[in-house]
């Protein structure tokens, strides 16, 4: 009986496919890594045909390492990095430029313009978003503005848009389409009506006709059709979509509003459901949905810190102190402090709640006296204070009292970052076996569309702890290293 789910998880720094059981177990997965391309200083690209080949790819091994036939597969799903921008010709299929990928800055003066204009209100009141680089409105506008003839070809209807989601789902399907998730993070939807805005697009110079239609993320988004090296698949429904946080905070069980994940991947996200009403941010977070069931939107606030993960792989391809990520831990613990050195990773600015696209990085305190170990410590603490700037302000604006914290992501897997963060927070932080949540989350969303869950009560008894990280720190110390840490910050922000 077909109840398997493929979950296609499309990331930053590599492509993955996971197979689900209809008890939620993975059964098979795969992956391939993506070259990252950096064309100057603040600019991240990706090839989009390196996107849809490697993730092709990793469907390809999954499932033929399966031992399953096609008939077992009840449906695919499709998560994604979010913000990632891609325009193709509708006709040829080919895109116009390389993806102009979430961290990537170049748009930066486009925002300041926006705010200049006294468009920040506008903006946050209908999106729940601020005027930034990271989103991937102002990204379509440099697209179409720098590449010669994007803009006239677009004009005439001829250049698709997409998030990285449509970008598979139109080459595995057809079909032009996006979610409720990802399209709240382009700046061009009004997260309130759920649909894209013409003032918005007006102002952004983005010809609507580009944009997919937005769809609920559980639900039809076409058959897979005969593609070279996953023949057998062809005909196989994608009947679900959904951003990659929204997806992890769905596979993480946060059904309830008040409940919060953090993911530790390349960046750190950091989202709080506040259930059926969008919560306006006072203190630098955005405002997002989260996913639409049965017609009723559940809305998200969120903090992204824009490198997370990424710093441990500094350490390890910039600095070379370590030979492996999985090395991290063994160097930090060779002190039993940071020794006063602090590290702010802003490599790609500051995100929430500070919101600086022009802070950079900052490793302070080194003496005579420091080691390879204070700065691997103070890296991972660097990660950790930041996710615990981002709950501080979420506790500000919903008025919540956060008991625990699910996490989730590669780096999650760092014992010795995940003690940290419950001594900073004062609260338990939950890891589950699968720390891979965001698979898992676009695997339920299609597996409600299939009929495979009947309601999120089932998917909620799905997850599994596998540690749950308790504080050991005094509240006072923990508030210490805080404000050192928040010294730090300003040298970073240092105009």
């Not at 490697?54 to 799903?77: H, Y």
């Not at 010669?148 to 032009?176: C, M, Y």
């Not at 350490?315 to 999985?326: H, P, Q, W």
């Not at 506790?395 to 992501?409: E, H, M, N, Q």
Request: aromatic share 6%.
């Amino acid at each position: 009986m077909a109840g398997y789910i493929i979950a296609l998880d499309q990331g930053t720094t590599s492509s993955r496919t996971m197979i689900f059981s209809p008890e939620g177990q993975v059964v098979a997965s795969a992956r391939r890594d993506v070259p990252q391309i950096y064309p100057r200083s603040g600019w991240v690209e990706h090839d989009p045909f390196a996107l849809l080949n490697t993730q092709i790819q990793s469907l390809k091994e999954a499932f033929e390492n399966s031992g399953l036939k096609s008939t077992d597969i009840a449906a695919v799903a499709v998560t994604n990095q979010r913000e990632t921008t891609v325009v193709w010709d509708k006709i040829t299929g080919e895109p116009v430029c390389n993806a102009v990928v979430w961290q990537c800055r170049r748009t930066a003066p486009v925002c300041d313009r926006l705010c200049a204009d006294g468009l920040g209100d506008l903006i946050k009141a209908k999106t729940g978003l601020l005027p930034d680089a990271y989103f991937s409105g102002t990204k379509i506008k440099w697209i179409l503005d720098t590449v010669p003839g994007a803009r006239e070809k677009a004009q005439k209807g001829q250049l698709l848009f997409g998030t990285v989601d449509s970008w598979l789902i139109w080459n595995l399907t057809g079909v032009h389409a996006t979610d409720h998730s990802n399209a709240s993070r382009t700046m061009l939807m009004d997260i309130h009506n759920l649909r894209w805005d013409g003032e918005l697009c007006e102002i952004l110079d983005v010809p609507a006709n580009m944009l997919p239609e937005i769809r609920n993320g559980s639900g039809s988004f076409g058959k897979i059709k005969k593609i070279k090296g996953i023949e057998a698949l062809e005909g196989i429904a994608v009947l679900g979509c959904v951003g990659d946080q929204q997806a992890a905070l769905f596979g993480q069980g946060c059904f309830s509003a008040g409940q919060a994940k953090n993911t530790y991947g390349t960046g750190c996200f950091t989202l709080l459901n506040t259930g059926d009403i969008p919560v306006a941010s006072e203190s630098g977070l955005l405002t997002s949905v989260g996913w639409v069931l049965g017609g009723k939107p559940t809305y998200v606030l969120e903090g992204s810190v824009f490198n997370g993960g990424s710093v441990i792989q500094w350490l390890r391809d910039g600095l070379k102190i370590i030979d492996a990520a999985s090395e991290c831990d063994a160097l930090a613990a060779t002190v039993t402090d940071n020794g006063g050195v602090h590290f702010v990773p802003a490599f790609t600015g500051m995100g929430a709640p500070y919101w600086d696209m022009e802070a950079r990085g900052v490793l302070c305190g080194i003496t005579r006296g420091t080691e390879r170990g204070h700065i691997a410590r103070a890296a991972l603490e660097g990660v950790a204070f930041q996710v615990a700037d981002l709950i501080d302000a979420m506790k500000k604006d919903a008025g919540i009292d956060l008991r625990t914290l699910r996490v989730d992501g590669g780096a999650s897997a760092s014992g010795l970052l995940l003690q940290m963060q419950a001594d900073i927070l004062g609260v338990d932080v939950d890891r589950p076996v699968n720390i891979e949540t965001t698979a898992a989350g676009a695997a339920y969303m299609a597996g409600l569309a299939a009929g495979i869950f009947t309601d999120t009560d089932e998917i909620e008894k799905l997850r599994n702890t596998d540690k749950v990280f308790r504080p050991a720190m005094a509240a006072g110390e923990a508030q210490l290293k805080l404000d050192q840490w928040h010294k730090a910050v300003e040298r970073a922000i240092l105009k």
